[in-house]
């Protein structure tokens, strides 16, 4: 079977293939850090690193790289009000960002560039864009001639004459042409800067990415991948940025994901609905926001609010629940049995409905569907009178493995205290002894300190409320 994806570029699915076989070379727009990431930044996060963790599955060897945009507008106001310098910030939030995307499994990147540390690069890239026409100087400012570059519009589709309609020259910008963009933008008083051919300055925000991206991986990548809204004009404009410079293609493959609505809102800062990370997994679990997000199709909308997450959070305790009553079961599980094969069978053909879903544009919404079908029967397999280890551990190990793909954890919740330890065990006695009275007010007890009981066939088990 083959990888299939949906590529901006031509608006339509692809089947995948990579520049090298058996290797990928794949690019992420990251942040801006001014401040805690929002569940607009995680969603990008989640998605790409379940990408990257996908096609790793399939055996490819994926070289990942992601950004960190240290340097632009939105840090230097921040600098100005918290009265801090702008690599303080910088530093302090690309800190923050590990810390929640970390918590949300995701892993870190091959490497995380930042502007800062690649600013020869990017000096290079704009003096070498100068030399062959694309770009000029005006007054301290470097800008790009869109109009040169003949194919630009090909990842947004838009053409030249739709653009022009909306193009205007901005208070300040010394530009020949209204469609032109930055690539270099001189110092004001009192902002952080670098010497330049140019003058003292720092760059524009698309220059950043087309440097690193050459840098790190080379003139052409295979994925190049981002937000929906990244798509224009900050993608359109790399790859004309890259592709006047090199001739070759920039990216084969575009994935961009949807937006994210608040209640039903788009997230904005004048609704003052921004939600951010840090925020959310004080008060839920960091998984549950990951299989919130992995619950819908990458490419469309996700609406987020309090009541959708307690609702993923009660389908990801039921699947974890049957993971967990399966490892209970493995350790009393009973000789041969006549439906082994047929299990097996069973567990095979829905490890195959999950390949299938993930190939088909990383459908990660139909593969969480197959780890419902996966939980469904591994139910119905425990409530039969007699179970085979190997029939377990095979459900086991499709848990684990299709869990890992997802970036899930399957780890059992932390202990109790000891208080609680000995309420449990004393409910359990209660129970032995008929004493229903006093087991009834123990369950009621726990209840009200948020711990749940299940009565099992194999004892009793809790989890959290």
Sequence with gaps: MAIKLFNTLTRQKEEFTPLEEGKVKMYVCGPTVYNYIHIGNAR?????????????????????????????????????????????????????????????????????????????????????????????????????????FDEYGKLSHQSIDELRVGARIEVGEKKQDALDFALWKAAKDGEISWNSPWGQGRPGWHIECSAMVRKYLGDTIDIHAGGQDLTFPHHENEIAQSEALTGKMFAKYWMHNGYINIDNEKMSKSLGNFVLVHDIIKKHDPQILR???????????????????????????????????????????????????????????????????MDDDFNTANAISVLFELSKQ???????????????????????????????????????????????????????????????????????????LEDTPQGTRWKRG
């Design 44 to 148: 990008p996060a989640i998605v790409y690193d379940t990408v990257r963790r996908y096609l790793e599955y399939r055996g490819y060897e994926v070289k990942y790289v992601s950004n960190f945009t240290d340097v632009d507008d939105k840090l230097i106001r921040a600098a100005k009000e918290l009265g801090e310098d702008v690599p303080s910030i910088s530093k302090r939030f690309i800190e923050a960002y590990f810390e929640d995307v970390g918590a949300l499994g995701c892993k870190r990147a091959d490497t995380h560039p930042t502007v800062m540390e690649n600013m020869d690069i990017i000096i290079e890239f704009i003096t070498a864009l100068i030399e062959k026409g694309f770009a000029y100087e005006s007054e301290g400012d470097v800008y790009y001639r869109t109009r040169k």
């Design 291 to 357: 299989f919130f997000m992995l619950s819908v199709h990458y490419r469309h909308p996700i609406n987020y609010s309090e009541d959708l997450l307690e609702d993923i959070k009660a389908a990801l305790d039921r699947i974890k629940t049957s993971y967990q009553n399966l490892q209970h079961r493995l350790e009393v599980s009973a000789g041969l049995t006549d439906s082994k094969q047929e299990w097996l069978e069973k567990i095979d053909k829905l490890h195959h409905d999950f390949i299938t879903a």
């Design 378 to 452: 591994a139910n119905y397999y425990l409530m039969e009178k007699n179970t085979e280890k190997e029939v377990i551990e095979a459900f086991i190990k499709e848990f684990e493995g299709l869990f890992s793909v997802l970036g899930l954890s399957l780890e059992p919740e932390e202990l109790l205290d000891s208080d609680i330890e000995a309420l449990i065990q004393k409910r359990i006695q209660a129970r032995k002894d008929r004493n229903f009275q006093l087991s009834d007010e123990i369950r009621d007890q726990l209840k009200a300190m948020n711990i749940i």
